[in-house]
């Protein structure tokens, strides 16, 4: 495939949640690299990042941040390529507080917003991969085979439990 995804984070601690994204991306063998851009503290370097990335080939943006979560929307100012947000669990709210700030953008901005913590962020791995399959037949056949994977895991858990 062409071009790679960019996952951000608000800071680095972040990054022991955010490695579910990396291990889905690269099950799918798509180019990704992973930086720590901050809306709120680094928010000249942030924009800098994503014009350049943009050039370099960036097709999808991945921003993960927790607490007061800006750094979906920041991006997503700044581009038109899709932007996923991934609203981390951070402080006193438990992640509610991130999940609104990445989840209500104003119409036209638009954040494709994923679950809190641990699932949205290996979901945000999945939904880039099919945003790229679109394009990419032997991607398309990846993420279907990996649905497959998970039916047929389910169905052999099924058939343990009943001892078969
Ligand atoms: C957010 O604030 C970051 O994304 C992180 O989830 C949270 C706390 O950041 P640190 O104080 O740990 O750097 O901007």
Redesign the pocket.
Known sequence: MTGFVSVL??????LAVMQRTAEVLKGYVIPYELRIA?A?RTPDATQAYVRDAEVRGCQVFIC????S?H?AGAVAALTTHPVIGVP?E?GALGGIDALFSTVQMPAGVPVSCVAIGPHGAANAGHLAAQMLALADPALAERVRAERRAQTAAVLAKDQALRGL
């Open positions: 984070v608000g800071s680095d601690s972040d901050s709120h993960a941040a927790g607490l979560a750094l981390l951070g």
